[in-house]
Nanobody, 128 residues
Framework: EVQLVESGGGLVQAGGSLRLSCVAS????????IGWFRRAPGKEREGLAC????????TYADSVKGRFTISSDNAKNTVYLQMNKLKPEDTAVYYC?????????????????????WGQGTQVTISS
């Protein structure tokens, strides 16, 4: 069973930065994708970015392109989401998710149905 643990959320002022981490475990195949999603109060879940660590392929939603960067440390089975120039509308619970379909790393928009395992989420709050 794949398990994911997010960390790095918190409260920052608009214009600031945060780096989220997602540590993955419980998988044996190194051909997979990990994506970041968020859900703001009263809004639909939104796919933000995805990476295939083996192939180093990435994809981003237009809403975060140029501000957020996804990366991976394969030795640590960890995927990061570096978030810069944060805005109050970025306030949400952020989740990472694992997919055995590497096509997710070139998918726009990201479809949650392609991801089989999810973390518990980490709260990000941006003050104006």
């Amino acid at each position: 069973e794949v398990q994911l643990v997010e960390s790095g959320g918190g409260l920052v002022q608009a214009g600031g930065s945060l780096r989220l981490s997602c540590v993955a475990s419980g998988f044996t195949d190194d051909d997979y994708g990990i994506g970041w999603f968020r859900r703001a109060p009263g809004k639909e879940r939104e796919g933000l970015a995805c990476i295939s660590p083996r192939h180093n392929r990435t994809t981003y939603a237009d809403s975060v392109k140029g501000r957020f960067t996804i990366s991976s440390d394969n030795a640590k089975n960890t995927v990061y989401l570096q978030m810069n120039k944060l805005k109050p509308e970025d306030t949400a619970v952020y989740y990472c998710a694992w997919s055995r379909h590497t096509i997710v790393a070139v998918m726009t928009p990201l479809l949650p149905s392609f991801f089989g395992s999810w973390g518990q989420g980490t709260q990000v709050t941006i003050s104006s």
